[in-house]
């Protein structure tokens, strides 16, 4: 039976430590190899989890903060000088609206490090204010705005009968629940403790409530801060969600 396939290539975030690279998640969909997000540390992680760039078909950045986006450069660079850069499949690049913009600013740093041939790479924006859809060969893409950036968006997947959602980085927000109703697996940040919540991250226990609300049947807590990982995580979420549910570490693989 087809599956998805889920990596956590990075769960951690702003915050270098060995055991937790920034905010990354590489997914296989059939033919397809997504990267949600690359912040710093995915590249390699991306490397030990035994897949190469040269096969990668989706980038998809929840917004534009350098812990979700600072591997996009050497990724771009990797691409051109890595080797394979005439056989490398076309990809797809999108995030919210402003990010051809983003794109532009990293040309204006980098140069011709980062240009690639036309038709190598197609950018693409979603739209920030409401729902967008985009529909590729092996899977579905759906996306909502959600509440930390003005940019920011969380992403639904769905292919074979099966939803993958992936929060990004967000407060408590009603668009988060529509955008996770009833998935198979619901990959939300978590980033601050309980005791210490932020307004524009989420605690367990708060992304706890957003999966139950949704009725998601899995929950992996991802965005950790070290903080965070000085509580019981799980005890947290439990006060609200009572489904399957992973605390995410680097390399952790999944199945949809």
């Known amino acids: ?24 998640i590489m997914v296989r969909v059939a033919d397809s190899l997504i990267l949600l997000d690359t912040g710093p540390g995915s590249l390699l992680r991306m490397a030990q989890a035994g897949e190469s760039l040269k096969e990668v078909t989706h980038l998809f950045y929840s ?31 999108l995030g ?6 983003f ?3 990293l040309q204006g740093v980098y140069g011709d490090w980062v240009n690639l041939r036309p038709g190598l790479m197609n950018l693409d924006e979603l ?12 899977f579905d893409l759906f996306s909502l705005p959600v509440n930390h950036t003005p940019q920011s968006i969380g992403f639904r997947l769905e ?14 927000c009603p668009e ?25 991250h989420m605690t367990p226990s708060q992304a706890g409530r957003a999966a139950a609300q949704a009725g998601a049947k899995g929950l992996v807590l991802t965005h950790i801060y ?6 019981d995580i799980v005890a947290d979420c439990r006060k609200a969600f009572d489904g399957s549910l992973w605390v995410a570490q680097d390399l952790m693989r999944l199945a949809v």
């Open 127 to 138: 739209d920030i204010e409401g729902p967008d859809k985009r529909h590729f060969e092996d």
């Open 63 to 93: 917004h534009l903060h350098l812990d979700h986006t600072a591997d996009f450069s050497p990724l771009l660079f990797a691409v051109k000088y890595g080797g394979w850069y005439e056989t490398k499949k076309p990809f797809t690049a």
């Open 96 to 101: 919210g609206r402003g990010f051809r913009d």
């Open 159 to 172: 292919a074979f009968g099966k939803s993958l959602v992936y929060s990004g980085d967000t407060a408590p």
């Open 103 to 105: 794109y532009k600013s």
């Open 176 to 200: 988060l629940v529509s955008l996770a109703k009833n998935c198979d697996l619901f990959i939300c940040e978590a980033a601050m403790p309980d005791n210490a919540p932020s307004d524009n």
């Open 1 to 24: 039976m087809s599956r998805i396939f889920v990596t956590i290539l990075g769960s951690g975030t702003c915050v270098p430590r060995a055991e937790r690279s920034s905010s990354s």
């Open 226 to 231: 070290p903080e965070t990982d000085a509580t």
